[in-house]
């Protein structure tokens, strides 16, 4: 069976009690298992494939209760490292009224930012085996050259590379610096997910079409570029499909981009896609894949949290079932 591995961070939210105040006036937090990677991977095994991360946790009662979420979530944790040397990584968050996020992140450095490329094993990788990554953990560490490896060995087995860039400005000494990482890695993937928000910052360009576009570079052969509740769309080198979005009372918008990406990965490693069927694949299923994906990201934002909120397969069926976008 073909499997999903998702390198990146693995992380705990701390979501805030109270909605309408700066971070350092919140009270009270309930924690939520996160990490852009860990809820792609646990979408990928809600829906019945193989799932793993490939991370590490700090030895401490925080990275105890991820590797219980994970494992509950039905993701492979075989090969997530553990170590005293840091701590595992945690994000506190506050909710503004106007609904924007603020995030303050504990990572000096975490422990996920210490996987080195010795701790990732070549041979891990088979042919059909798919790579997600995120750029969360791509600022200089030795977890950056752990991706550099990782993407590297998956190739070599002639396995897919998808790149979800994932914006966290917070995390960088500065916005150019995050602008280059993904520039720098962005070309190595074969699948590349973009948000709306995300689109101009990364290119510079103004002109949506022309932004998209200008993303397909090096390997990219698929560009699917999100937007929200108005659902998505699918470019590839012979042209453009759009999927209108599912309408859903949501509540919580946290963690649809990764439950849309799980959607669309597992039906990729369903239809055993690599390299060189990836464009062919996504023309013929298109409106399937987007449909799934779509109804994946939709149901997530109607409950709190990520992992958490992340429907199963027979309530993402139903919705589809019983919307007709
Ligand atoms: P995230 O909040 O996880 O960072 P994102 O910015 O990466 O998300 P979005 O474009 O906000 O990505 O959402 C991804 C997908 O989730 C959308 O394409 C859509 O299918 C679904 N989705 C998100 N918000 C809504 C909504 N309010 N109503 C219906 N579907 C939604």
């Not at 701390?14 to 009270?28: E, N, T, W, Y």
């Not at 996987?115 to 791509?138: K, M, R, Y």
């Not at 917070?170 to 280059?180: F, G, M, V």
């Amino acid at each position: 069976m073909n499997r999903l591995y998702a390198i990146g961070e693995v992380l705990i939210d701390f979501i805030p009690l109270q909605k309408g105040c700066a971070l350092k006036d919140v009270r009270s937090f309930e924690r939520a298992p996160g990490g852009a990677p860990a809820n792609v991977a646990a979408a990928v095994a809600k829906y019945g494939a193989s799932a793993h991360v490939l991370t590490k946790l700090g030895r401490d009662a925080f990275g105890d209760f991820l590797l219980e979420e994970l494992h509950n979530a039905g993701v492979d944790t075989t090969h997530v490292k553990r170590t005293d040397e840091a701590n595992t990584g945690l994000a506190f968050v506050s909710l503004k009224d106007n609904g924007e996020r603020d995030f303050s992140f504990y990572r000096k450095p975490s422990a996920d930012l210490l996987l080195s490329e010795n701790e990732i094993d070549a041979a891990l990788f088979q042919t059909g085996d798919i790579l997600h990554f995120g750029s969360v953990d791509l600022v200089d560490s030795p977890m950056k050259q752990a991706h550099r490896k990782a993407i590297r060995a998956v190739k070599e087995t002639g396995g897919l590379v998808s790149f979800d860039p994932n914006v966290r400005l917070p995390l960088w000494n500065d916005a150019e610096d995050c602008r280059r990482a993904i520039l720098e890695f962005l070309p190595k993937a074969h699948l590349v997910k973009i948000s709306d928000e995300e689109l101009a910052f990364i290119t510079g360009i103004e002109d949506e079409e022309t932004a998209i576009l200008s993303l397909f570079r090096g390997d990219v052969q698929a560009v699917v570029y999100t937007r929200g509740a108005h659902g998505a769309e699918l470019y590839t080198a012979n042209g453009s499909y759009t999927a209108p979005g599912f309408k859903v009372d949501a509540q919580d918008t946290t963690g649809a981009g990764d439950a849309f990406v799980g959607g669309m990965l597992f039906h990729l490693l369903q239809k055993e896609a690599s390299p060189s069927n990836l464009t062919s694949l996504l023309d013929e299923h298109h409106a399937e894949i987007l449909r799934f994906a779509n109804a994946s990201g939709a149901l997530t934002t109607t409950n709190k949290g990520a992992i958490s909120a992340l429907p199963d397969k027979a309530a993402v069926e139903a919705l589809m079932h019983f919307q007709n976008t």
